[in-house]
């Protein structure tokens, strides 16, 4: 059974690895962090946060410096989704930011049906007082 952990993540509970959800690659064991099985691309932050004024006239320009922040890009190498973005401290190891309980998961989706898809519509609807 897969469990839908983020929008382009799951599990296989059956042979307990992370699967990109978007081509079905497997990234790697989900003991470990799955940042681990895809591909990083570090880019520099002033290409996404570019300098509002003049980086020639004036030292802080409202652009991130590279020397205090890196952007990292974690992407399928299966088809190559963007995954996850982290900001980081250069230097700074990855952010380990899931450690899925596998007993506990097989345990909770033994008594339940298989996800294939999210169901944010349906919590949205419902809390808003419409039925689809």
Same mark, same amino acid.
């Given at each position: 059974?897969?469990?839908?952990?983020?929008?382009?993540?799951?599990?296989?509970?059956?042979?307990?690895?992370?699967?990109?959800?978007?081509?079905?690659?497997?990234?790697?064991?989900?003991? #470990?962090?799955?940042?681990?099985?895809?591909?990083?691309?570090?880019?520099?932050?002033?290409?996404?946060?570019?300098?509002? %004024?003049?980086?020639?006239?004036?030292?802080?320009?409202?652009?991130?410096? =590279?020397?205090?922040?890196? %952007?990292?890009?974690?992407?399928?190498?299966?088809?190559?989704?963007?995954?996850?973005?982290?900001?980081?401290? =250069?230097?700074? =190891? =990855?952010?380990?930011?899931?450690?899925?309980?596998?007993?506990?998961?097989?345990?909770?989706?033994?008594?339940?049906?298989?996800?294939?898809?999210?169901?944010?519509?349906?919590?949205?609807?419902? #809390?808003?007082?419409?039925?689809?």
């Amino acid at each position: 059974m897969k469990v839908l952990m983020t929008e382009y993540l799951q599990i296989d509970l059956e042979t307990e690895n992370w699967e990109c959800r978007v081509c079905g690659h497997v990234i790697g064991s989900a003991q #470990e962090a799955y940042k681990e099985g895809l591909l990083v691309h570090n880019r520099d932050p002033r290409d996404i946060h570019p300098p509002i %004024i003049d980086p020639e006239k004036y030292r802080f320009t409202f652009s991130p410096d =590279p020397e205090w922040v890196r %952007i990292l890009e974690y992407c399928c190498p299966g088809c190559g989704t963007q995954v996850e973005t982290e900001y980081a401290v =250069p230097g700074h =190891p =990855p952010l380990h930011d899931m450690q899925p309980d596998l007993p506990a998961l097989k345990a909770q989706w033994a008594r339940r049906g298989e996800l294939k898809e999210a169901v944010v519509g349906q919590a949205v609807a419902m #809390e808003s007082g419409h039925k689809h």
